[in-house]
């Protein structure tokens, strides 16, 4: 059974930085794209990050660019999510999703949970 | 990255049928047949429905189906349920390994 299982969420002050983590389960970690979606209290999903299996290659949204980092450890089977200069936009349920199977696949088959970061003085 | 267009809310009666469109551009939708739709209970993480446009993972009802007309995917839920009530999410591949997410559409089951 698949699972993914974020953890790292919480409050943190405008400037500061805070850094996610999603360890997986269930299957070969280290063949699969993974990816962050937030989602701001009462809004929409919104695509963060993503890197490649073998965390050679990341990608951003274009807004969120130079702030956040995606990282990888596939001996840990864990992502990561670096994220800095932190904003009040930024208060959101951060998800952790796999992507599927496919050498091409941009669609998420598997979903955790989700972390909250909250960012408020 | 500009989010693609949902209608804001839909609703139905059970058993009857009910489609949400999904509207992007040439970059995007237009593009690629990578349409994904996603279902989210209130506090609850989304569930993938449909990908590449019209293709539905294991386990997922047939009642659901996806399509696809130039810029414009829909989502079509037919023989409502009250369990079907929820928000759903139209995803779509925008070129350069990054998607886009529409900006929701709550289901109402009247």
């Known amino acids: 059974e698949v699972q993914l299982l974020e953890s790292g969420g919480g409050l943190v002050q405008p400037g500061g930085s805070l850094r996610l983590s999603c360890a997986a389960s269930?299957?070969?970690?280290?063949?699969?794209?993974m990816s962050w979606v937030r989602q701001a209290p009462g809004k929409g999903l919104e695509w963060v990050s993503a890197?490649?299996?073998?965390?050679?290659?990341?990608y951003y949204a274009d807004s969120l660019k130079g702030r956040f980092t995606i990282s990888r450890d596939n001996s840990k089977n864990t992502v990561y999510l670096q994220m800095n200069s932190l904003r009040a936009e930024d208060t959101a349920v951060y998800y952790c999703?796999?992507?599927?199977?496919?050498?091409?696949?941009?669609?998420?088959?598997?979903w955790g949970q989700g972390t909250l970061v909250t960012v408020s003085s | 990255q500009s989010a693609l267009t949902q209608p804001a809310s839909v609703s139905g009666s059970p058993g009857q049928s009910i489609t949400i469109s999904c509207t992007g551009t040439?970059?995007?939708?237009?593009?690629?047949?990578?349409v994904s739709w996603y279902q989210q209970h209130p506090g609850k993480a989304p569930k993938l429905m449909i990908y590449?446009?019209?293709k539905r993972p294991s386990g997922v009802s047939n009642r659901f189906s996806g399509s696809k007309s130039g810029n414009t995917a829909s989502l079509t839920i037919s023989g409502l349920q009250a369990e079907d009530e929820a928000d759903y999410y139209c995803?779509?591949?925008?070129?350069?390994?990054?998607?886009?997410f529409g900006g929701g559409t709550k289901l109402t089951v009247l």
């Open positions: 999703a796999k992507y599927g199977p496919a050498a091409i696949s941009y669609y998420f088959d598997y």
């Open positions: 269930g299957f070969t970690f280290a063949s699969y794209a």
């Open positions: 890197i490649s299996g073998s965390g050679g290659i990341p």
């Open positions: 040439s970059s995007d939708v237009g593009s690629y047949n990578l």
């Open positions: 590449e446009v019209s």
């Open positions: 995803c779509s591949y925008a070129g350069n390994n990054i998607v886009v």
